[in-house]
C-alpha cells in the first residue's frame, strides 16, 4: 500500500470525505459505474486554490478496482480532476482511512515534494549563484550564433549583471555574472522569474530552458530558478543533501 | 434569429480565475448537439493532461475533460485547436505540449471519454498548428481528411506548411499525418534576422469537393523596429492535397503581373506590427488571418486579415471575397479599424459570418461582434454585439490576453462561435443575452465561488455562442421607376375668416304646459229677433 507521502506526491487534490452512495455519480456527463462514489468532502488538505470551496461539497470520486469502501465509511482520498462540469469528478490515486494527523502528514509530504523539486532544479544547475541583480536590458544575440525564429513564443532574452556574493554550486571567478532570463509574457514564458534591479537570492543558473533547448547563456527559465535571499538556508541544505 | 451566448466555465469550477484566452472551438456535423472547445486552461488539479471543454447539447452547458497530453501542473497548452471529422464522430487536436512545447497530432473516437488522447504525430520547432477535418464522403470508404496548418521552422525559410492526413480516422500512429511545404516564395526577414519565415497563422479551409484552400502571410521584410512587410497569399488544391505536386492550383498571374508562383497574392507588401507586448489594450497583434469557403459553391472565398492600411495606425481588419477560385478578389468589403482575431465562416445557404473583436471607446472596451451578410457584404450588415467588457480588468497574466485567435463556424444554417472576453456578470456586457454556468450574482455583478458565497475575482473566461434560424435573404436588385412628372399645385383660395361663433344663450327652461281648461262649448248663437 502505498504512504501518504507517495499517494500525496502523486495527486493534486486530497480531501477527507463520507461516501454517501456508491455506483453514482453527481456529474449528468459523467455516468455511473460500479467504481464510482458520491462523497461529501469534509476536509482539504491539498488542492488548488480554485478548489479551495469544496468543503461540503457532493464530489464523485473514480474509485480504484476493487472497491472496498462501503456507504456512510469515510476516507482520505488522493485523486486527480478527471471531469470538471456542474458536479466535479475525480478520480483517486489512492484512499486511506482517516487519521487526525492527516493535515501533517499531507503537508509534510507537500513540503517535501517541494523540496524534491527545488533539489533536482539544483542539481540540474549549471552554477548557483547568489548575489544582487542589476539593471535589466534587451539581449543582444550574437549575430554568429545562427538565425533566430520569429514566433510569439519567442522568449525574447534580457540580461541582468548579477552582483555576485557567493557560489554555490559550480565555478565562476567573477564579481559579477550575466544571467539571462526570458522576458517575454507569452503563455510558454511567463512564469518564468522576471528579474528586477535590486532582486536579491539566490540564481540556478541554466544553459537548457524548461523545454530542454538550449540558450545563448546561462539563465534562469523554471519559476524555481530564483529563491529569495530569505531562502538561502534552505537552498544550501538541499544542496547538500542532493550531493 | 435566436442568439444563444454562454459562458463555458462550468460550475464546479466557480472558483477559477485562470486567463481562459485563445479559445477555438469544433462542432460535430453528424451531431451538433456534440460540441468541443479549447483554451488557455489548464487542469486545475494538475495531471499529465490538460482538459478540453465539452458539451453534449448544442453548447449549453460545458464541462472539462482531462484528455490532453503534455500537460503540465499549473499549465495549459501552448497552443490548441481541435475539429471533429464529418461523419466520423472523431476529434482531431494539434497542440503545442505545455511539457516541451513540441507539436502532437491528437485523436479520439470518443471525445467525452476519459481515455486520453492518442498522439499521432509529434515534432518540435513548430508553431500554431490549426485544425481542419472533414470525412470524405464521396470518396470510397469515406475517409476521414484532415489538415493542419502550422508553421514548421524545420524547413525554413519556408515555413508555411500543412501535415495532412488522407485517412485519419483510424490508422496507428502516425494514421497517414505528414507535413508539405505550401509556401512557394523564399521569404525574408531582413534586416532584422537573417533567416527568413512565414507569419505563425497558415490557416487551411476544406470544401466537400476535394478542394483546399490555404491562407498564409509571406513575410518580405522584418524591420528592426518589429515592422514586417507582408502580402497576403491564398493557395488551393483541387484534389486533397493529394498530387505530387500538392496546393498548386491557384498561381499568382504570369509576369510582369505577377510571379506565377504557387498562390495567389491578394495584398502584396502590407505592413504588419509584429508586437508580442501589449499593443491594442492589453493584446499583442502580429498574424490574424482566417478563411472560409462557401459549402455550395467551392469558387466562392471570403478571406480577412489584418495590418496596417498604407503602413500607418490603427491596426485593421480586411474583409475580401473571391468568387472565381481565389484567381481574383475584390476591395475591401469591410474594415475595421483596432480589430483582432478575424473569424470566417459561411453557411449552407451561403450566408457569410463575420466575427471579431474590436478595441473601442479609446481603448477602454473589447467589444466582440458578428456581422452575418446575406448578400456577401455588398451592404454592411449591422454588427450583432455579443459582448461589450472592459479592456483594462483583468490585469493580463500573460499574453495573448484575449487570444491570437477566436473561431466561427456553421453548420447548415447556424452559426457557431467562441470567444474570450472579462467575466464580470454584468447583463449591460451582453446586449443579446448571457447565460453563466458557474455561480454568479448579476444583481451585485459578482462571481461567487461553489458555495455560492465566497466572492471570486474577475478573469477572463471562453464564451460560446450560436445564431439560429438566420435567415438573411439577399438583398433583391431595386427597380427605380421613372419620377413621374408632378402637376403644378394648384392655387388654393384665400381662406376665409370665419366669423367668431355667437354665444348662444341658455335655453331657457320651459315651464310645464298648463292643463287647457277645457273649452266650454258655446252655445250656438241664438238667431236674432227681427227688429
Known amino acids: 500500500m502505498p504512504s501518504v507521502h507517495d499517494l500525496t506526491q502523486q495527486a493534486g487534490f486530497v480531501f477527507e470525505a463520507e461516501v454517501e452512495q456508491l455506483g453514482a455519480s453527481t456529474a449528468s456527463g459523467f455516468a455511473a459505474t460500479s467504481e464510482t462514489a458520491v462523497v461529501r468532502v469534509t476536509k482539504i488538505f491539498k488542492g488548488p486554490a480554485s478548489l479551495a470551496q469544496f468543503a461540503g461539497q457532493r464530489v464523485t470520486v473514480v474509485l480504484q478496482s476493487p472497491v472496498s469502501l462501503k456507504a456512510g465509511q469515510s476516507a482520505s482520498f488522493f485523486t486527480h480532476g478527471l471531469h470538471y462540469g456542474e458536479g466535479l469528478v475525480v478520480r483517486e490515486v ?32 549549471d552554477l548557483v549563484v547568489t548575489g544582487v541583480a542589476g539593471a535589466p536590458k534587451k539581449y543582444v544575440a550574437d549575430p554568429t550564433a545562427g538565425p533566430r525564429r520569429i514566433s510569439e513564443h519567442d522568449p525574447d532574452w534580457w540580461v541582468s549583471t548579477i552582483k555576485v556574493d557567493s557560489v554555490e554550486k559550480g565555478v565562476h571567478s567573477g564579481a559579477t555574472k550575466d544571467i539571462l532570463f526570458p522576458h517575454s509574457m507569452d503563455i510558454a514564458w511567463h512564469r518564468s522569474p522576471k528579474v528586477k534591479e535590486g532582486d536579491r537570492g539566490t540564481w540556478l543558473l541554466h544553459n537548457r530552458d524548461q523545454y530542454s533547448k538550449s540558450v545563448p547563456s546561462h ?3 523554471h519559476p524555481l530558478d530564483f529563491q529569495p535571499v530569505a531562502l538561502l538556508e534552505r537552498v544550501r541544505a538541499l544542496l547538500k543533501s542532493g550531493q | 434569429m435566436k442568439i444563444t451566448v454562454v459562458n463555458m466555465i462550468p460550475k464546479s469550477m466557480s472558483g477559477e480565475t485562470n486567463q481562459d484566452s485563445e479559445p477555438n472551438l469544433a462542432v460535430n456535423p453528424n451531431n451538433p448537439l456534440q460540441i468541443a472547445a479549447t483554451a488557455f486552461t489548464p487542469n486545475p488539479t494538475g495531471g499529465a493532461f490538460a482538459p478540453i471543454f465539452i458539451s453534449s447539447d448544442g453548447g449549453l452547458t460545458w464541462a472539462l475533460n482531462a484528455i490532453v497530453p503534455g500537460a503540465v501542473a ?18 482531431y487536436g494539434g497542440i503545442m505540449r505545455a511539457d516541451n512545447l513540441d507539436l502532437n497530432v491528437l485523436r479520439t473516437s470518443n ?13 518540435g520547432s513548430e508553431d500554431q498548428p490549426w485544425v481542419q477535418a472533414t470525412t470524405a464522403t464521396g470518396v470510397s470508404g469515406s475517409p476521414d481528411r ?6 514548421d521552422f524545420n524547413t525554413a525559410p519556408k515555413t508555411a506548411t500543412i501535415d495532412q492526413s488522407l485517412n485519419a480516422a483510424t490508422g496507428a500512429a502516425p494514421a497517414g499525418f505528414g507535413p508539405i511545404t505550401i509556401a512557394s516564395r523564399t521569404p525574408s526577414a531582413a534586416p532584422a534576422f537573417s533567416q527568413g519565415q512565414n507569419a505563425p497563422s497558415i490557416r487551411p479551409v476544406i470544401h466537400s469537393s476535394g478542394r483546399i484552400y490555404a491562407a498564409y502571410f509571406n513575410w518580405t521584410a522584418f524591420s528592426l523596429a518589429n515592422m514586417v512587410t507582408a502580402d497576403v497569399v491564398v493557395c488551393r488544391d483541387d484534389n486533397w492535397g493529394s498530387g505530387g505536386t500538392p496546393y498548386t492550383s491557384l498561381l499568382d498571374p504570369a509576369p510582369p503581373v505577377g510571379d506565377g508562383l504557387a498562390g495567389v497574392r491578394v495584398v502584396r507588401n502590407t505592413s504588419i506590427p509584429w508586437e508580442n507586448s501589449n499593443f491594442l489594450g492589453q493584446e499583442r497583434v502580429g498574424s490574424h488571418l482566417s478563411i472560409a469557403v462557401d459549402p455550395k ?9 489584418a495590418d496596417f492600411p498604407g503602413g500607418k495606425a490603427p491596426y485593421t481588419i480586411h474583409l475580401r471575397s473571391s468568387v472565381d477560385g481565389g484567381a481574383t478578389w475584390s476591395g475591401d468589403l469591410r474594415t475595421v479599424a483596432n480589430g483582432i482575431c478575424p473569424a470566417l465562416a459561411i453557411d449552407a445557404i451561403g450566408n457569410v459570418g463575420f466575427l471579431y473583436q474590436t478595441l473601442t471607446g479609446g481603448g477602454s472596451t473589447w467589444e466582440t461582434h458578428i456581422e452575418i451578410s446575406g448578400n456577401g457584404f455588398s451592404t454592411a450588415p449591422t454588427p450583432i454585439v455579443l459582448a461589450t467588457v472592459p479592456s483594462a480588468t483583468p490585469v493580463a497574466t500573460f499574453l495573448p490576453y484575449l487570444g491570437d485567435y477566436i473561431y466561427l463556424t456553421a453548420i447548415g444554417e447556424t452559426f457557431y462561435g467562441v470567444f474570450s472576453a472579462n467575466n464580470t456578470p454584468n447583463m449591460a456586457h451582453f446586449p443579446n443575452g448571457v447565460t453563466y454556468l458557474r455561480n454568479a450574482n448579476f444583481t451585485t455583478q459578482t462571481l461567487l465561488n461553489v458555495d455560492n458565497k465566497t466572492p471570486v475575482a474577475v478573469s477572463i473566461d471562453p464564451f460560446f455562442f450560436s445564431i439560429a434560424e438566420t435567415v438573411f435573404p439577399p438583398i433583391r436588385p431595386i427597380t427605380v421607376q421613372p419620377i413621374k412628372v408632378i402637376e403644378p399645385i394648384k392655387v388654393i383660395e384665400p381662406i376665409k ?8 344663450e341658455p335655453i331657457k327652461t320651459i315651464g310645464p304646459v298648463q292643463p287647457v281648461v277645457p273649452v266650454e262649448p258655446i252655445e250656438p248663437a241664438k238667431p236674432l229677433k227681427p227688429k
Open chain 1, 219 to 221: 539563465a534562469v527559465v
Open chain 2, 497 to 504: 375668416v370665419i366669423e367668431p361663433i355667437r354665444s348662444i
Open chain 2, 74 to 91: 499549473g499549465a495549459s497548452t501552448a497552443d490548441i485547436t481541435a475539429k471533429f471529422g464529418g461523419t466520423s464522430n472523431v476529434l
Open chain 2, 146 to 151: 484532415v489538415y493542419i496548418g502550422n508553421n
Open chain 1, 94 to 125: 489512492g484512499n486511506v482511512p482517516p487519521e487526525a494527523t492527516m493535515d501533517s502528514q499531507v503537508n509534510s509530504a507537500a513540503q517535501a515534494g517541494s523540496d524534491n523539486d527545488l533539489t533536482q532544479r539544483l542539481a540540474q544547475a
Open chain 2, 111 to 123: 471525445y467525452a471519454s476519459a481515455t486520453p488522447m492518442t498522439i499521432l504525430e509529434t515534432r
Open chain 2, 297 to 305: 459553391n467551392s469558387s466562392r472565398v471570403f478571406l480577412a486579415w
